[in-house]
C-alpha cells in the first residue's frame, strides 16, 4: 500500500505563494501518476493537477492553469505542487493522491481512479 504524507501548507495573503510537498516511501513509488485535489468547505473535492509516473506529462485544472505547477522526484519519491498567485477561492484542503493503476499511459483526473490519499494539508488564502 502506498502511503503518502504532505506538507507545506499554511495562511498566505492573495498573490503570495505555497509549495505542497508529498512524500512516499513506497519503492514502487515510480510507477504512479500522482495529483493533487483539494476540498473547500461545502463543496465536493476537485482535481487540480496531475504529473504522470514518467514525469513526461501534466495536466491542470482550469481554474489553475499558469499559476500552479505540479512536478516529482521520483529518485526522492516525492511529488510537488508550486503554487503563485493565489486567490482566496484556492482555499482548500490539499490532497496528495496516486493512481490505482500503475503504468496508466493517459493521465484521469477522476477521484475514484486515485486510491491511496495522504491526510491533507490545509491552504488559506486571505484577501
Known amino acids: 500500500q502506498v502511503q503518502l504524507v504532505e506538507s507545506g501548507g499554511g495562511l498566505v495573503q492573495a498573490g503570495g505563494s505555497l509549495r505542497l510537498s508529498c512524500a512516499s516511501s513506497d519503492v514502487t513509488f515510480s510507477s504512479y501518476t500522482m495529483a493533487w485535489f483539494r476540498q473547500a468547505p461545502g463543496k465536493e473535492r476537485e482535481f487540480v493537477a496531475a504529473?504522470?509516473?514518467?514525469?513526461?506529462?501534466?495536466y491542470y485544472a482550469d481554474s489553475v492553469k499558469g499559476r500552479f505547477t505540479i512536478s516529482r522526484d521520483n529518485a526522492k519519491k516525492m511529488v510537488v505542487l508550486q503554487m503563485n498567485s493565489l486567490k482566496p477561492e484556492d482555499t482548500a484542503v490539499y490532497y496528495c493522491?496516486?493512481?490505482?493503476?500503475?503504468?496508466?499511459?493517459?493521465?484521469?483526473?477522476?477521484?475514484?481512479?486515485?486510491?491511496?490519499w495522504g491526510q491533507g494539508t490545509q491552504v488559506t488564502v486571505s484577501s
Open positions: 504529473i504522470r509516473w514518467s514525469g513526461g506529462s501534466t
Open positions: 493522491a496516486a493512481d490505482r493503476v500503475r503504468f496508466r499511459v493517459r493521465i484521469t483526473t477522476t477521484s475514484d481512479e486515485y486510491v491511496y
